[in-house]
T-cell receptor, first 121, second 109 residues
Framework: AQKITQTQPGMFVQEKEAVTLDCTYD???????LFWYKQPSSGEMIFLIY??????QNATEGRYSLNFQKARKSANLVISASQLGDSAMYFC??????????????????FGKGTHLIIQP | EADIYQTPRYLVIGTGKKITLECSQT?????MYWYQQDPGMELHLIHY???????EKGDLSSESTVSRIRTEHFPLTLESARPSHTSQYLC????????FGQGTRLTVV
């Protein structure tokens, strides 16, 4: 079963509109972290925002906010007032387990398949 | 701003050649990772390290190897490149957040 599901392969949004990118996750761990990355056509992965499973407040970073609904296991990214430069692939990712190394297993990030966001003028 | 660097950014090389992709970070992170990403697809973990002299294989099987002799340096080596190795390779290091290098786009012809 997929651990990270992004159901929107592509989205077209008008400039200045808000956009929500969906992400649902699957884990049995109580402690985990959720990440969003932006990948422009140049290929680098740009960290946008992080939400820990025990964080009570939704994470916000400038125009980015994470709508964290723990019971529904969703971590949607909201971009307010979209700009042309927001056009890129967006990946949701999860780290399972506590942030410290507990021994055994890869605690790297598991990524979703991504959403290709295109902002139209 | 993240201090993690990958070289080269782009590499086109012939079949059978040995190549090493470099990754360095100056954040003092113990944990480092290599991901492979085909165009338009998700990232797959191929190698990771928890510190000096620690290396492990990731979720996706890869013919590449890695080494971790110094904390800041985590190179990936392909002994004999093949066209099936054509992909983008992304290095990451992690404290509480994970930061990525700019990636190496490898093309084997």
């Amino acid at each position: 079963a997929q651990k990270i599901t992004q159901t929107q392969p592509g989205m077209f949004v008008q400039e200045k509109e808000a956009v929500t990118l969906d992400c649902t996750y699957d884990t049995s761990d109580q402690s985990y972290g959720l990440f969003w990355y932006k990948q422009p056509s140049s290929g680098e992965m740009i960290f946008l925002i992080y939400q820990g499973s025990y964080d009570e407040q939704n994470a916000t970073e400038g125009r980015y906010s994470l709508n964290f609904q723990k019971a529904r296991k969703s971590a949607n990214l909201v971009i307010s007032a979209s700009q042309l430069g927001d056009s890129a692939m967006y990946f949701c990712a999860m780290r399972e387990g506590p942030s410290s190394h507990s021994g055994g297993g890869a605690d790297g990030l598991t990524f979703g398949k991504g959403t290709h966001l295109i902002i139209q003028p | 701003e993240a201090d993690i660097y990958q070289t080269p950014r782009y590499l086109v090389i012939g079949t059978g050649k040995k190549i090493t992709l470099e990754c360095s970070q100056t954040m003092g992170h113990d944990k480092m990772y290599w991901y492979q990403q085909d165009p338009g697809m998700e990232l797959h973990l191929i190698h990771y390290s928890y510190g000096v002299n620690s290396t492990e294989k990731g979720d996706l099987s890869s013919e590449s190897t890695v080494s971790r002799i110094r904390t800041e340096h985590f190179p990936l080596t392909l002994e004999s490149a093949r066209p099936s190795h054509t992909s983008q390779y992304l290095c990451a290091s992690r404290g509480s957040e994970a930061f990525f290098g700019q990636g190496t786009r490898l093309t084997v012809v």
